[in-house]
């Protein structure tokens, strides 16, 4: 049996999504990103302390977007390319989420959520124009395209479109963006996001 560790209000969503994707079944732990993930007994999955975190037989594994890849290749190959430029491509675009968009957004998310009522203005509005670089590169990929790797749904899509949920909650404005508005709506109308988002 496969084991999740995780809350739905976290990162851990994204890998709550792909294992929903897979069909597979599984058991949902729900640990929290404070005091939960930092037990001795978690601490021995993931070292980190850190969601979430996934235990497969003898397998163990942390960080979100590993998970994914590990977990679609194994129990979902039809979201997993074969092909190996592709399988790069998934690869690429699963590192660019967490290296061009979630550092700006997380920017804004504190500020935001996390200030106690009294954000700084002056972040959030630098981070939003920078935001505009990465989704222009990502508006200008998806111009002749429905998904981001082929013209199917996979583990690229799921990557990104779940770093990016944290867009949704903060209200970010798309106008700009069309096309990356029109593949977020795709990917966030799937029916195992809102499974997996329906954890507790």
Not at 19 to 34: K, R
Request: charged share 20%; glycine share 6%; aromatic share 10%.
């Amino acid at each position: 049996m496969i084991t999740i560790y995780g809350v739905s209000a976290s990162r851990a969503i994204r890998s709550l999504w792909a294992i929903e994707e897979t069909g597979v079944a599984y058991e949902h732990v729900a640990t929290h990103y404070f005091n939960d993930s930092k037990t001795k007994e978690y601490q021995a999955v993931n070292p980190n302390g850190r969601i979430p975190a996934l235990v497969d037989g003898e397998t163990a594994l942390f960080e979100s977007m590993a998970i994914n890849l590990y977990l679609t290749k194994h129990y979902a190959p039809a979201l997993y390319p074969t092909e190996a430029l592709n399988e790069a491509k998934a690869i690429q675009w699963s590192v660019w989420a967490i290296s061009e968009i979630e550092p700006l957004q997380m920017q804004i998310v504190v500020q935001k959520f996390f200030t106690g009522g009294n954000p700084d203005q002056a972040v959030i509005e630098a981070a939003t124009e920078s935001l505009g670089r990465p989704l222009a590169v990502l508006e200008q990929h998806l111009a002749d395209s429905e998904y981001l790797v082929g013209s199917e749904f996979c583990v690229a899509d799921l990557n990104l479109a779940g770093v990016m949920l944290l867009m949704k909650s903060i209200g970010f404005d798309f106008g700009q963006f069309p096309k990356v508005d029109g593949w977020l709506n795709r990917c966030w109308s799937r029916e195992a996001l809102a499974r997996a988002q329906s954890l507790d």
